[in-house]
């Protein structure tokens, strides 16, 4: 069983289309995150969500907007798609607590804006 | 999140030890190091942590010298599967995870 699952795996539209990404994690946990890899491979941090809740909101454009129907998925929509969304986009999870959380990453979504 | 500074890239011989280095020289006392890595075309995974003390899973070993200020990830016997891009970060409990640029380390046979 795959512990976070994203699709779709490849993505290709063109400029202005809106577009979305699912996510979903079976390991029980109640964070969940979006990363963005860009070109140069950099990964940061788009969102993060706690039960639900947005806890992580990297000054990403407004463009962008997550949804946590439930603990178990974590969606993004992408309206008005433009060139420079082009990348691989990371799902991750983790549990929230007291100690260090570890982690668990998706397989990416690679999103080709045309 | 206190900056972490990798070595680009780096070598190392299938079957021998890699030893990856890491500098984390203003780590605060609550920030654990953690190390991930990518495969290419995937997505990062988690390798080990530590906060004070030296660690070891089934993966890999992490030591942490005395004053936190770096630390040595170690991967005993590395195989061509080993090849990939990996991070050190050092973050607090609960707090985002910063990557930086990493160390690429390719394992040649």
């Known amino acids: 069983d795959t512990a976070v699952s994203q699709t779709p795996k490849y993505l290709v539209t063109q400029m202005g289309n809106d577009k979305s990404i699912k996510c979903e994690q079976n390991?029980?946990?109640?964070?969940m995150y979006w990363y963005k890899q860009d070109s140069k491979k950099f990964l940061k941090i788009m969102f993060s969500?706690?039960?639900?809740?947005?806890?992580i909101n990297e000054t990403v454009p407004n463009r962008f907007s997550p949804k946590s129907p439930d603990k178990a998925h974590l969606n993004l929509h992408i309206n008005s798609l433009e060139l420079g969304d082009s990348a691989v986009y990371f799902c991750?999870?983790?549990?929230?607590?007291?100690?260090?959380?570890?982690?668990?990453f998706g397989p990416g979504t690679r999103l080709t804006v045309l | 999140d206190a900056k972490t500074t990798q070595p680009p890239s780096m070598d190392c011989a299938e079957g021998r030890a890699a030893n990856l280095p890491c500098n984390h020289s203003?780590?605060?006392?609550?920030?654990?190091v953690y190390w991930y890595r990518q495969i290419h075309s995937q997505g990062p995974q988690y390798i080990i942590h530590?906060?004070?003390n030296n660690e070891t899973n089934e993966m890999a070993s992490l030591i942490i010298t005395e004053d936190r200020k770096s630390s040595t990830l170690i991967l005993p016997h590395a195989t061509l599967r080993d090849t990939a891009v990996y991070y050190c970060?050092?973050?607090?409990?609960?707090?985002?995870?910063?990557f930086g640029g990493g160390t690429r380390v390719l394992v040649k046979p």
């Open positions: 991750a999870s983790s549990q929230a607590g007291q100690g260090p959380d570890t982690q668990y």
């Open positions: 390991l029980g946990h109640d964070t």
């Open positions: 969500y706690n039960n639900k809740e947005l806890i």
């Open positions: 203003t780590i605060s006392g609550n920030e654990y």
């Open positions: 530590g906060l004070k």
């Open positions: 970060i050092a973050s607090a409990a609960g707090n985002k995870l910063t």
